[in-house]
C-alpha cells in the first residue's frame, strides 16, 4: 500500500499534511471510527479521500449539500478520479444505472444525500457494494443540538447495519462537546477517536467597531487593509448596492447571492479570485469552496446568526497566516435588525400547515400521493398566487427540506426542450427560407442526440453563443418553428425544483416535524442572543470570548482584537497630539468623520482622545453634534 503522503502530493500537489490530517488518516486505516472536528480551511475533505484511495473499493460519502457535492465530484473527475453524486430529480432508471456503474464500475466515491438512504432501492445496491469507508460531511447536522439539524441524518446508521464492519468518520467545523456526543451516539461509533483542532487563530484580529455610517468605516478599512476582502450582508439587493457604490468610488468589486446561476457565480468566483476585484460582496451563500489563502480582511455589514457561522465565515480570512482581519460594524439599529431577519422571519406550525397544503394543491397532488415526484418550481408566481409573504414562505420550504418532507434545489436557470416532429428532408426544406432557424437547428442536430425520438434539454446560452444571435432570437425562433408545428418546444424560467420525498398528509405531515421545528427555533433564538453577547461584550478579549463558546476556556487574551487594542489603549495622550486636534477646532467645529478624514488618528483613538477632551473641559459638543474650542 502507498503511503498517504504519495496520494497527496499526486492528487493534491502537497508535500505536507495540514495539523491533524495525518493523524485522522491513520486511525481512519486502521478502521476506526473517527470524529474530526476542523475549522474552515483545515481540509476536512482529504482525511477520507486520501484513506479511500488507499482501500479497495468505494467510500460513502454523506452529505446534506447539493452544490457541496457537487462540488466535490467535479474535483475529484478532475483529478481523474472515478466519482459520483445522486442529486435530486433523477429518475429510477438514472439511479438503477448510476447505482449499477457503483458496483461493477470501479467508482471510488459515492455522494448522496441522507434522504436517499430512506430508499429501498438505494439501501439494497449499497449492500451489494464493496464499500471501504462511511464518510458524513456537516456530522453537527446529525444532532438535535446541532446548528442545522436535519433529522433524516439520524437514518445514517442504516449504512451501519449494512455494512457493520466498516468504519465511519465523521466531520465537522465546529461543534460543542455535546454535540460531539451526540453524533458519537447516532452514528453507532465504537471507542471513537475523537480530533479536534484548537479553535484559536492568532494571526486573526477580531474587531467590533461602532459606526453610524457603514458604507464610510468600510471605506476606510478596505483603503487601510488593501488585500483581498469578502463582505458579508443580509440580503441580495445589499450586494448589488455595496459593490455598485465600491466601484463607483474605485474599489473593484463584485457580488455573489444565492440566486445568481452557475455561470454568473462561476464569473464572480473567477475575478475575485484572479485578483482581479479586490473585494466580494456576498451572503452567506458564499461559502462553499472558497479556499483563497490570502485574504486580508472579511468585514460583516450586519450580525451573523450564530457564532458557529460567524466563525466560519470570519475565518475566511488569513489562512496563509498573514495578519488578517475579521469586522464587525455594528450600530444601535443591529439588534432589532437582527431580531427581524432571524427571529420574526421564523414560520410559526400554523403557517408550515398552510404552505405544505397550498404547495400540494399548487402542484396538484392528492392525499397519500405525490412521493418522489419532481416538479420545476417558480418561487415569485407560487407566493403571488397565494399571497403570501415571500421570507416566511422561503423559510418555510427551507425548513420542509431540512426536515425531508420535500427536496429543494434552487437552480436560477432557463430550462428549454426540443423535439423534431418532421422528417430531416422536409426538416431542410423548411429551413432553407429561414436563416436564423437554420442556424439553430444546425447547432442542434450536431451537438444533440436523440432529438427525433423525444424531447431533449438544450441550453438556449449555449446555442446563442455560438450562432451569435441573442437569446431572446433564439427563444423566439424557436417558438415560431413551435407554432408551424416543425418541433415541440417546451421552455419556462424556474427558480428551482422541488421533490416530494413524503405522500401528501397534510397536518398528519407537519405534525410530525413540529417539535423538531419548535426547538430548532428556541435553538436559533438562543444562538442569536449569544452574538448579542459577543458583539456587546466589550470587556472581554473577542478571542477568549469565541474559544469559550467552543469550550477552550483557558486561553490567553489575543492582544490584537478590539477589546484588547481598548484595554491596552494609553489615555494620556502626548501634548502633541491635543495640539493637532485643538488646532484643527481653531479653524471651525468639525465633526467626528471631518476630524478622522483631516488628521492621522484612527477612530477608536480619535473616540478616546475627544472623550478625554471633553472631561477636561478644552472642547464641547455643539447642537449640530460637531466639535468645537470651549469658550474660556
Same mark, same amino acid.
Given at each position: 500500500m502507498?503511503?498517504? &503522503?504519495?496520494?497527496?502530493e499526486h492528487y493534491w500537489g502537497f508535500t505536507e499534511f495540514k495539523p491533524q490530517q495525518e493523524a485522522i488518516i491513520e486511525a481512519v486505516l486502521a478502521n476506526e471510527d473517527c470524529i474530526a472536528l476542523l475549522p474552515t480551511g483545515g481540509g476536512k475533505s482529504v482525511c477520507f479521500q486520501i484513506p479511500a484511495l488507499l482501500k479497495k473499493g468505494i467510500c460513502i460519502v454523506v452529505s446534506p449539500l447539493i452544490a457541496l457535492m457537487q462540488d466535490q465530484v467535479n474535483t475529484l473527475k478532475e483529478k481523474g478520479i472515478k466519482a459520483m453524486a445522486l442529486t435530486s430529480g433523477l429518475s429510477f432508471e438514472d439511479i438503477d444505472r448510476m447505482l449499477d456503474n457503483c458496483i461493477y464500475g470501479n467508482y471510488k466515491f459515492l455522494y448522496l444525500s441522507p434522504e436517499r438512504l430512506q430508499q429501498d432501492l438505494v439501501q439494497k445496491r449499497v449492500k451489494e457494494m464493496d464499500v471501504n469507508l462511511i464518510a458524513v460531511d456537516e456530522a453537527h447536522c446529525i444532532s438535535q443540538w446541532?446548528?442545522?439539524?436535519?433529522?433524516?441524518?439520524?437514518? &445514517? =446508521?442504516t449504512i451501519r447495519t449494512l455494512h457493520p464492519n466498516v468504519n465511519v468518520i465523521g466531520l465537522t467545523a465546529s461543534a460543542t462537546a455535546k454535540v460531539v456526543?451526540?453524533?458519537?451516539?447516532q452514528l453507532d461509533c465504537i471507542a471513537p477517536q475523537i480530533f479536534k483542532t484548537s479553535f484559536q487563530r492568532p494571526n486573526l484580529a477580531y474587531l467590533t467597531l461602532?459606526?453610524?455610517? /457603514?458604507?464610510?468605516?468600510?471605506?476606510?478599512i478596505l483603503k487601510k487593509y488593501s488585500g483581498t476582502s469578502i463582505i458579508y450582508v443580509r440580503n441580495r439587493k445589499a450586494t448589488l448596492e455595496i459593490s455598485g457604490y465600491l466601484n463607483k468610488i474605485g474599489i473593484t468589486s463584485g457580488y455573489y447571492h444565492g440566486g445568481l446561476n452557475s455561470k454568473e457565480k462561476d464569473t464572480q468566483f473567477e475575478l475575485w479570485t484572479s485578483n482581479q476585484n479586490q473585494v466580494m460582496v456576498a451572503t452567506n451563500a458564499f461559502g462553499m469552496g472558497i479556499d /483563497?489563502?490570502?485574504?486580508?480582511t472579511v468585514i460583516h455589514h450586519n450580525l451573523p446568526e450564530s457564532l458557529e457561522s460567524y466563525y466560519q465565515e470570519a475565518g475566511r480570512a488569513g489562512r496563509d497566516n498573514s495578519n488578517a482581519y475579521a469586522v464587525i460594524l455594528r450600530n444601535t439599529s443591529d439588534e432589532t435588525n437582527s431580531k427581524k431577519q432571524y427571529i420574526n422571519a421564523l414560520p410559526e406550525i400554523s403557517f408550515l400547515k398552510n404552505v405544505y397544503k397550498r404547495l400540494c394543491n399548487y402542484f396538484q397532488i392528492s392525499y397519500g400521493e405525490? &412521493?418522489?415526484?419532481t416538479h420545476s418550481f417558480n418561487f415569485k408566481l407560487f407566493c403571488s398566487t397565494y399571497n403570501l409573504p415571500s421570507i416566511l414562505t422561503y423559510n418555510t420550504l427551507k425548513i420542509l427540506d431540512r426536515t425531508s418532507i420535500i427536496s429543494l434545489e434552487e437552480r436560477f436557470k432557463n430550462t428549454a426542450f426540443i423535439q423534431l416532429k418532421i422528417g430531416g428532408t422536409a426538416l431542410f426544406n423548411y429551413i432553407k427560407k429561414h436563416p436564423k432557424q437554420a442556424l439553430i437547428i444546425k447547432h442542434i442536430l450536431r451537438s444533440h442526440e436523440g432529438v427525433f425520438d423525444h424531447l431533449t434539454e438544450i441550453f438556449t446560452q449555449v446555442i446563442a453563443k455560438k450562432t451569435t444571435l441573442s437569446e431572446a432570437d433564439v427563444i423566439a425562433e424557436l417558438t415560431a418553428l413551435h407554432k408551424a408545428e416543425i418541433v415541440q418546444f417546451e421552455a419556462s424560467k424556474t427558480d428551482a425544483q422541488i421533490t416530494f420525498i413524503e405522500?401528501?398528509?397534510?397536518?398528519?405531515t407537519i405534525h410530525r416535524i413540529s417539535k423538531i421545528v419548535i426547538q430548532q427555533h428556541d435553538l436559533k433564538k438562543a444562538q442569536l442572543q449569544t452574538v448579542f453577547d459577543y458583539v456587546k461584550n466589550d470587556?472581554?478579549? =473577542?478571542?477568549? =470570548?469565541?474559544?469559550?463558546?467552543?469550550?477552550?476556556?483557558?486561553? /490567553?487574551r489575543c492582544g490584537i482584537c478590539s477589546s484588547c487594542l481598548e484595554r491596552s489603549k494609553n489615555n494620556s495622550f502626548s501634548e502633541s497630539d491635543i495640539q493637532k486636534l485643538l488646532a484643527l477646532l481653531k479653524i471651525e467645529p468639525l465633526s467626528s468623520r471631518k476630524i478622522e478624514t483631516l488628521s492621522t488618528f484612527d477612530g477608536d483613538t480619535l473616540t478616546t482622545l475627544l472623550t478625554s477632551l471633553l472631561e477636561r473641559g478644552l472642547i464641547e459638543l455643539t447642537e449640530r453634534n460637531t466639535y468645537k474650542l470651549k469658550a474660556s
Open positions: 502507498k503511503h498517504p &503522503i504519495e496520494i497527496l446541532g446548528h442545522d439539524f436535519r433529522p433524516a441524518y439520524r437514518d &445514517i =446508521k456526543e451526540d453524533i458519537c451516539v461602532d459606526c453610524e455610517d /457603514k458604507y464610510f468605516k468600510t471605506v476606510q /483563497k489563502a490570502n485574504v486580508q405525490g &412521493i418522489e415526484t405522500p401528501r398528509e397534510d397536518d398528519k470587556g472581554v478579549c =473577542k478571542s477568549q =470570548k469565541l474559544l469559550s463558546y467552543f469550550e477552550e476556556p483557558n486561553s /490567553k
